[in-house]
């Protein structure tokens, strides 16, 4: 009978470029290495025996995405995509920002908004998607509606999180001292935002990319989310799986290396960051 | 062995790997007489709280032996902790019933869990849940809980420590109280001097090697305070020698680190 | 929704009285006024764009109802929930089971970790697409999409809980020699309760969603399906009333299911403010 011996963690680098050391370092931690391996195995030897024919085996996957990155053509698309993805979002992430202060800071819209948000961020993207492409048809508008209208909320609940939490003995302080306008919010209310700032961002991203493919699959004729669609009329699921995969690593690249390490080195006071929404 | 409740023989625990071995526990020797209150003090790392974990078994030893002997009590031991550990989601009643002993039956134990809430002064707060009690409340369902299940030995890791000096007061009365009336074997755990010394029978100071440096016996009538002369010239000797012992530390290690106790 | 937030009422008006009070919460609170203002802003843009595209509030409603009324709204949502409840169930388990390996070793969650963060970031829309080309009309196809998606939600929840499974409390059980099924009935399923409600709330949610999109792509039936109509026949109208139905059914499950269930276990709770 044994106490279990507390482990304490190395505390976790403060710089981004620490963060970001620590990542790659964690890359090539063997076990995750066991687990694609055996993934990986398992994957082709069933695609092989059951020899269904429409289940592509990782080869034909990674050849396909091979493909369709020498050709240039994974490059197009993205930059297409990418294009709606930050306009939509830099709009939802405007819209999402004062929605959340206004409700942080007085409860006459915190109430006011209430339902909307919770109705927003519940509703599937799927219904953001189909509406926006039927409205606005086809074009820049549809994707930068769907991905306000699905993306907002998340930003909102975020920054309205961080007005809350602003301290107040810190204002009191401040009004005290008779601190002007300007050095207050540089000083305390942007600080004090900032980790819930990078927050919304980072969720608000999430949402972004996922409503915005969903957009296209729908109504598009050009993207990431049209040529998922091209694949799956023709019933290639190699294609599909390739295009999700390509796509998904390089949005999960940008969300853990560039997003989730901003968001940590700047909330090194906070408790910790939770990687899921 | 007649009349001793527990009997600890060369215990020797140590923390880390051959080699580079940290000596917690060198040797600890000493029975405990039936119905005894011993208290054991000793500075932050001499093991004390490392002792009592070895003798509740939720730590291994190296070497030595701990015999509990059974006698007419129901179950071997009874452990009242720094903090209370009640379960949040069981009102008071049922955390008692909680740790009922296998042999023991539901009825005779419900039956214990009301005497024995009644005897810390907590009668009707069976239905109530932890945190609609205060800490010293919940110290003292602790209490009722070591005592609840009859033990041969009630082990005790300061259990007053996070408690307000007026509270820690009240409890130390109740403590002695309880002891008087129940004839309990109590193992008192303390860093705190003059609690060790108003509440034992028998004092053991434990030094920062894991020995025991000194085992006195305290024979002063009860209650013990400061106002009467032979209990604050016997204080103040076991303070002597606390200090002589901390003394020998500083010797030793060549600065002096350590922190004022008392 | 709740405000449990006491704040005495001050109000130039004197609304301090009782009956003041309940006007002022459910009849004149900022909410309807939020709904009053959004139906009449959807009125008039109905009224001064062309309304095929933006049908007014009325048309919508009408629509709803008479989708309610003939009784379609229960056999597609019955579709619906069988699917969603036997892929969910699955994912359940599996999530239970990775959760608890994750929680209790480092190793496994070294192993595991990668397809836990793999399946929450990956699109529920390629999970869809790929069933559904598998599968085809199959309920293997919603099941092994919602299996896929959901279960990483569940699994990062009940590993949290399985790590913040109080020692001191499980010290004390050992102390104490508690037989291990009373350590394991009431220490450790209590301790993991609210994690694994988490876990069920996030997990069922997205859960919904990727069946619907399995719907719209490949299936004969189930609200996915007539949202995929109504996508099909251009009607908006169509589509608001399944959209507004969809987020009633949620809300129902959530404050009708969900929240009374963590009430009921949260009896012993000390009553903190509820926020959202």
């Known amino acids: 009978m044994s106490l279990v011996a507390d482990t304490s963690v190395p505390a976790s680098p403060s710089t981004w470029a620490g963060q970001l050391a620590e990542s790659l370092r964690g890359v090539f931690l063997h076990r995750r290495w066991i687990t694609f391996l055996v993934i990986g195995v398992v994957w082709q030897v069933t695609a092989m025996i059951a020899n269904i024919g429409l289940f592509p085996t990782p080869a034909t996957v990674i050849a396909v995405s091979w493909q369709y990155v020498i050709?240039?053509?994974?490059?197009?698309?993205?930059?297409?995509?990418?294009?709606?993805?930050?306009?939509?979002?830099?709009?939802?992430?405007?819209?999402?920002?004062?929605?959340?202060?206004?409700?942080?800071?007085?409860?006459?819209?915190?109430?006011?908004?209430?339902?909307?948000?919770?109705?927003?961020?519940?509703?599937?993207?799927?219904?953001?998607?189909?509406?926006c492409v039927m409205v606005f048809g086809?074009?820049?508008?549809?994707p930068v509606m769907a991905i306000i209208l699905g993306a907002y909320p998340f930003v909102a609940v975020n920054i309205r999180e961080g007005v809350k939490s602003i301290d107040k003995e810190l204002l009191d302080m401040s009004h005290v001292y008779a601190v002007d306008r300007w050095r207050l919010v540089r000083q305390l209310i942007l600080p004090s935002l900032l980790p819930f700032i990078l927050a919304a961002i980072r969720v608000g991203f999430t949402v972004a990319w996922k409503i915005s493919v969903l957009t296209e699959v729908f109504g598009g004729d050009s993207g990431i989310g049209y040529q998922i669609r091209v694949d799956f009329a023709s019933f290639k699921m190699r294609g599909v799986l390739a295009w999700g995969i390509l796509f998904g690593m390089v949005m999960l690249t940008i969300e853990y290396g560039l997003l989730l390490p901003a968001e940590r080195h700047f909330a090194r006071w906070r408790a910790k960051v939770k990687e899921v929404i | 062995m007649e009349g001793t409740a527990i009997s600890i023989r060369n215990l020797v625990k140590?923390?880390?790997?051959?080699?580079?071995e940290l000596l917690v526990l060198d040797r600890i020797s000493f029975d405990v007489a039936i119905s005894s209150l011993v208290t054991i003090v000793g500075p932050s790392g001499s093991g004390k709280s490392t002792l009592l974990n070895v003798l509740a078994g939720l730590e291994a030893f190296k070497s030595g032996s701990v015999e509990i002997y059974s006698n007419n009590s129901s179950s071997k031991l009874g452990y009242v902790f720094q903090s209370p550990r009640l379960l949040p989601w069981l009102n008071i009643e049922d955390n008692l019933m909680f740790v009922r002993p296998e042999h023991v039956d539901k009825a005779l134990h419900k039956e214990r869990t009301q005497r024995y809430l009644k005897m810390v002064g907590l009668k009707n707060v069976g239905h109530k849940y932890p945190h609609q009690l205060s800490g010293g409340m919940q110290q003292r369902v602790g209490i009722a809980r070591g005592l609840c299940v009859e033990p041969t030995v009630l082990l005790m890791d300061e259990p007053f420590s996070h408690l307000d000096e007026i509270t820690?007061?009240?409890m130390r009365a109740e403590l002695l109280r309880i002891w008087q009336e129940t004839k309990r074997t109590i193992i008192f755990i303390t860093h705190d001097m003059q609690e060790a010394v108003q509440l034992g029978d028998r004092l053991i100071m434990l030094d920062y090697h894991g020995h025991i440096f000194e085992d006195i016996k305290i024979d002063l009538p009860r209650p013990r305070d400061f106002t009467e002369r032979a209990f604050v010239d016997f204080y103040a000797d076991v303070v002597r020698r606390f200090h002589q012992m901390q003394a020998r530390r500083t010797e030793e290690i060549g600065e002096s680190e350590i922190g004022v106790t008392n | 929704m709740e405000a449990m937030i006491a704040t005495p009422m001050s109000t130039p008006l004197g609304w301090s009285s009782r009956l003041g009070q309940f006007l002022k919460r459910f009849i004149f609170s900022p909410r309807w006024l939020a709904i009053l203002v959004a139906l009449v802003i959807w009125q008039l843009y109905a009224d001064y764009r062309d309304t095929r595209l933006i049908p007014a509030p009325s048309r919508v409603f009408t629509e709803l109802y008479g989708i309610v009324a003939s009784g379609l709204f229960f056999t597609e949502l019955a579709a619906s929930m069988y699917r969603i409840v036997v892929g969910f169930g699955v994912a359940l388990l599996v999530g239970l089971l990775v959760g608890i390996l994750m929680g209790s070793r480092d190793s496994w969650n070294d192993y595991l970790k990668d397809l836990v963060t793999f399946g929450l970031a990956m699109p529920g829309l390629i999970y869809a697409l790929v069933a559904v080309l598998f599968f085809g009309l199959s309920l293997w196809a919603p099941v092994t999409a919602i299996l896929a998606t959901s279960y990483p939600f569940v699994a990062v929840n009940i590993r949290e809980g399985v790590k913040a499974i109080s020692k001191e409390l499980l010290d004390m059980g050992r102390v104490y020699q508690v037989k291990r099924s009373k350590v394991v009935l009431q220490i450790i399923l209590p301790s993991l309760l609210p994690f694994v409600l988490a876990g069920f709330r996030l997990g069922f949610a997205i859960a919904w969603k990727v069946s619907t999109l399995v719907e719209v792509f490949g299936a004969?039936?189930?609200?996915?399906?007539?949202?995929?109509?109504?996508?099909?026949?251009?009607?908006?109208?169509?589509?608001?009333?399944?959209?507004?139905?969809?987020?009633?059914?949620?809300?129902?499950i959530e404050y009708g299911l969900l929240l009374p269930i963590e009430r009921y276990f949260g009896r012993w709770r000390p009553k903190v403010k509820q926020v959202m």
């Not at chain 1, 709606?84 to 908004?113: H, K, N, P």
């Not at chain 1, 209430?114 to 519940?122: A, E, N």
């Open chain 1, 138 to 142: 086809l074009g820049l508008t549809a």
């Open chain 2, 168 to 170: 820690a007061e009240q």
């Open chain 1, 71 to 131: 050709t240039g053509l994974f490059f197009s698309e993205l930059g297409i995509s990418m294009i709606r993805i930050i306009l939509g979002f830099s709009a939802a992430l405007l819209l999402g920002t004062i929605v959340g202060i206004l409700m942080g800071s007085w409860r006459f819209w915190d109430e006011f908004f209430q339902d909307f948000v919770i109705l927003g961020l519940s509703m599937p993207a799927l219904i953001y998607a189909l509406l």
């Open chain 2, 14 to 20: 140590s923390y880390g790997d051959p080699g580079r």
């Open chain 3, 220 to 252: 004969v039936n189930g609200i996915g399906w007539q949202i995929r109509g109504s996508f099909d026949e251009f009607s908006v109208h169509g589509m608001l009333a399944w959209a507004l139905l969809f987020g009633l059914v949620m809300l129902f």
